[in-house]
């Protein structure tokens, strides 16, 4: 039982992650704003959001630190890449 709510935990993180990943990759596509104060409004409260709840399930035992580590990583390469993205434009 422990197992399947780790792997749904997992599997909600990503998910969840995935939402942001997708908000990225649309900026990326159309860079048409780029520095759109509301998008990066959104894009911050996301990934604020998604660390609360990765260091949520990180303190429940439900996921691993460097798990939760890799999935902002992840994220944070991309918004990395946006905003280089947007300074070339």
């Given at each position: 039982?422990?197992?399947?709510h780790?792997?749904?935990?997992?599997?909600?993180?990503?998910?969840?992650?995935?939402?942001?990943?997708?908000?990225?990759?649309v900026?990326?596509?159309?860079l048409?704003?780029?520095?759109?104060?509301?998008?990066?409004?959104?894009?911050?409260?996301?990934?604020?959001g998604?660390?609360?709840?990765?260091?949520?399930?990180?303190?429940?035992?439900?996921?691993?630190v460097?798990?939760?580590?890799?999935?902002?990583?992840?994220?944070?390469?991309?918004?990395?890449?946006?905003?280089e993205?947007?300074?070339?434009?």
């Amino acid at each position: 039982m422990v197992l399947d709510h780790k792997e749904r935990a997992n599997a909600l993180l990503k998910a969840d992650a995935d939402k942001i990943l997708k908000l990225i990759k649309v900026q990326m596509d159309n860079l048409t704003m780029p520095q759109c104060p509301l998008y990066e409004e959104v894009l911050d409260t996301q990934m604020f959001g998604l660390s609360r709840e990765i260091d949520f399930a990180v303190r429940l035992g439900l996921i691993e630190v460097k798990e939760g580590k890799a999935i902002l990583g992840e994220l944070e390469r991309e918004l990395s890449a946006l905003h280089e993205a947007s300074q070339r434009k």
